[in-house]
């Protein structure tokens, strides 16, 4: 078994281009209308500056609300009017028609490399042009995550439509209980967030001609083979994810025992940089021992291996399940359920049993597994073939099989954001300073992003910036308001010197406290420009070019950028020799000559 993990988040993260397709259809009336709105709310207010949001409503037909904007504050108040807008209207549910809305939004960004790409689509019921909408084509690498609200949603159809894409998941949400649109939206968007690893690719190939490869188990993941060579396409790999892949080899005989080569491991990833750059891992050579004497079983299995085996056999019954109960066989289908908790040991993950338990719940009669039973038990199975968490009903809080840190995280924010939505919400760059106890963000790399989305990045990348460019940037924002009130003068600005002296309290903390003094008192504004500040200036400006000492205007014993011990005790000698007193005098000049010895 190969294992492929996502890296620990560091906050350098690509940014996000999400469009947001949701049903509006006269069912999406009244608390699940509301509940639509609190979710989508929590989307924009988790969002920032790297991202980028498109909402789609369906019903009739598509409409596109907005293209893709992004998240400042002024767009996110002009998103949450739009949401609050919102209404139910219309007797259709044309999703296929919102489905490609949605990804002709995505297909036509200037901007589209390094940056990660998805589709949340919401439905409450598919009665029309559900065929059409599963049979869409979804290209580069374009995950789409549905979300089935209510128990008239189709579970078929959209788990269709998330198996199509890559990487995509079907989420059933219940209308009832009031946080469960909120809870299962912050799940799928803390993966989104972080995003570890693009466009990942795991090839395996035999080495040599003692092993074949057999079959290569991950899910339902794409497989491609080229000739002995097999690569599984994963498409994006969030922070902390664990991919796990089986991989069966048949071997010929030897007769001899010996050590043998057996596969060769590489993968292949798209950094999440501006220049996308393709990163190709070393080939890893995988050995055995090979011995001459037949074994036919043997039972040492690591215990990893082990749980891997079990979930994937839980996934085949919960398979089997469905189609008995589809059938109208639901008493074969308890049983296949029960059969494989039997299955299950010590060594099963504890959470396999308890989401055959809840199977079982809603297997007890055709209605209940079909309002209730094939719901959970499909996105249990879209779960597993990605190895990626779904939310299963009103199980979101504890069936939490393949939930990451962050998502834990979200989950507590959905929940108290559900019980008060003007409460704001930690930002995402708070989120990754939790995680990481550190905040770790690249600004030259995040500026970069911004750059090449042509986006306005005065307010949020300070770099560099100086007071003055401060002060202005306020006064460009209430001028743009209001351009008929006067501007302050330059002079009104302030004293240009006393602007180096706030950068140097600013910029440099730690800068030599000379400086400031150098800067603390300079002569009056007025008279900066006459001879006393001039002359001032060009000291100053002999000092810094020479790297010494000079005498500037009368405050030698104050502004010491530069002296020498030697300077300094003279100093001290000659504040005593001006005074008017010849046995003073003489002694200054005995104790130069001890000065000059002690040195």
């Known amino acids: ?81 739009l949401i609050n807008s919102l209404k139910p209207c219309g007797d259709y549910t044309k999703i296929m028609d919102g489905l490609r809305s949605g990804l002709k939004i995505l297909a036509d960004r200037k901007v589209s490399g390094g940056r990660v790409a998805a589709v949340m689509l919401m439905c409450d019921g598919t009665r029309d042009d559900a065929q059409g909408a599963m049979q869409v084509g979804v290209s580069n690498n374009l995950p789409i995550y549905t979300f089935g609200f209510g128990m008239h949603s189709d579970p078929r159809v959209l ?75 994963f498409g994006h790999l969030y922070s902390r994810e664990v991919r796990n892949v089986i991989v069966d080899l048949r071997f010929a005989t030897v007769d001899s025992e010996r050590s043998t080569e057996m596969l060769r491991v590489t993968y292949s990833y798209n950094s999440s940089s501006s220049r996308r750059q393709q990163l190709f891992a070393p080939h890893e050579m995988l050995t055995v021992w090979r011995t001459s004497v037949e074994v036919l079983h043997t039972s040492y299995t690591t215990a990893e291996l082990q749980r891997e085996e079990a979930r994937l056999r839980t996934r085949r019954m919960i398979n089997e399940a469905i189609t008995m109960a589809d059938g109208e066989d639901v008493l074969a289908a ?32 055709s209605d209940e597994y079909l309002w209730r039973g094939s719901m959970y038990a499909f996105s249990s199975c879209s779960s597993h073939d990605r190895q990626r968490f779904t939310a299963r009903g009103h199980d979101a809080e504890t069936m939490r099989l393949f939930a990451t840190q962050r998502m834990d995280e979200y989950l507590e924010q959905a929940k108290k954001f559900h019980m008060d939505p003007t409460k704001p919400l930690p930002s995402v760059d708070d989120d990754v300073e939790e995680e990481v106890a550190a905040l770790l963000i690249n600004v030259a790399s995040r500026e970069e992003e911004m750059r090449r989305l042509g986006l306005d990045t005065e307010e949020s990348v300070r770099l560099f910036a100086t007071p003055r460019m401060d002060t202005y940037l306020e006064q460009a924002r209430v001028f743009n308001e209001e351009p008929t009130m006067p501007l302050p003068s330059v002079n009104e600005d302030g004293n240009k010197l006393l602007v180096a002296q706030n950068s140097l309290e600013c910029v440099m903390e730690q800068s030599n406290l000379l400086l400031r003094t150098e800067l603390q008192e300079p002569p009056k504004p007025e008279e900066a420009n006459k001879e006393q500040g001039r002359a001032y200036a060009l000291a100053s400006e002999t000092l810094h070019g020479r790297q010494r000492f000079p005498s500037r205007g009368g405050r030698e014993e104050s502004l010491r950028l530069f002296s020498t011990p030697r300077m300094d005790a003279y100093l001290e000698l000659a504040r005593v020799f001006d005074k008017d007193d010849e046995d003073v005098k003489e002694e200054v000049v005995s104790l130069i000559d001890v000065v000059a010895s002690e040195e």
């Open 1 to 81: 078994m190969l294992e492929l993990t996502g890296t620990a988040f560091s906050g350098d993260r690509p940014g996000l281009d999400l469009v947001v397709v949701v049903d509006v259809s006269g069912s999406m009336h009244g608390k699940k209308m509301n509940q639509l709105k609190t979710a989508m709310r929590f989307l924009v207010s988790k969002l920032s500056l790297m991202d980028q949001l498109s909402i789609v409503t369906f019903s009739n037909a598509a409409t596109k609300l907005c293209p893709l904007q992004q998240i400042t504050k002024a767009s996110q108040r002009e998103l949450q009017m």
């Open 334 to 365: 308890q049983c296949k359920l029960v059969e494989a908790q039997s299955m299950l040991d010590e060594q099963s993950n504890p959470l396999l049993r308890a989401e055959l338990q809840k199977l079982l719940e809603h297997f007890q009669t």
């Open 159 to 233: 788990s269709t439509i998330a198996a199509n894409s890559m990487g995509g998941t079907f989420s059933h949400v219940p209308d009832i209980g009031g946080s469960g649109l909120t809870k299962a939206f912050s799940q799928c968007l803390a993966g989104l967030l972080t995003v570890a690893v693009q466009d990942l690719e795991l090839t395996v190939a035999p080495a040599g001609d003692e092993s074949t490869i057999v079959k290569v188990t991950c899910g339902n993941y794409p497989q491609t083979r080229n000739g002995d060579s097999l690569t599984v396409s």
